[in-house]
């Protein structure tokens, strides 16, 4: 089992930056498809970001492309969203998400694809 704990959230002005930080604990994640989603009030999960577990393919929304950068350190079990040029309607809760892998290349951008989930970290973007 794995559990996957968000931190990082908070309040910024719209144009500046919050770096998510989502820290794996129970086994190594090394092997997971890892993925951030977000969710804002009212609306359904959305996808953000993916990595494969190599860190060799990476996926991003059209949304924050060029805005957000999603990285990962395995031998820290941890993996990031760095967000910049944030924007009112990046305001929502953010969650990572985590599955194992079928192979080094595989990245996951549907809700349905993992089986591991944070418990959220809100961010706000005020205008």
């Known amino acids: 089992q794995v559990q996957l704990v968000e931190s990082g959230g908070g309040l910024v002005q719209a144009g500046g930056s919050l770096r998510l930080s989502c820290r794996a604990s129970?086994?190594?994640?090394?092997?997971?498809?890892m993925g951030w989603f977000r969710q804002a009030a009212g609306k359904e999960r959305e996808f953000v970001a993916a990595?494969?577990?190599?860190?060799?393919?990476?996926y991003y929304a059209d949304s924050v492309k060029g805005r957000f950068t999603i990285s990962r350190d395995n031998a820290e079990n941890t993996v990031y969203l760095q967000m910049n040029s944030l924007k009112p309607e990046d305001t929502a809760v953010y969650y990572c998400?985590?599955?194992?892998?079928?192979?080094?290349?595989?990245?996951?951008?549907?809700?349905?694809?993992?089986?591991?989930w944070g418990q959220g970290t809100q961010v706000t973007v005020s205008s």
């Open positions: 990595i494969s577990w190599s860190g060799g393919r990476i």
């Open positions: 998400a985590g599955r194992q892998a079928s192979y080094s290349g595989a990245y996951y951008y549907q809700v349905r694809q993992y089986d591991y």
């Open positions: 129970g086994r190594s994640i090394s092997t997971y498809g």
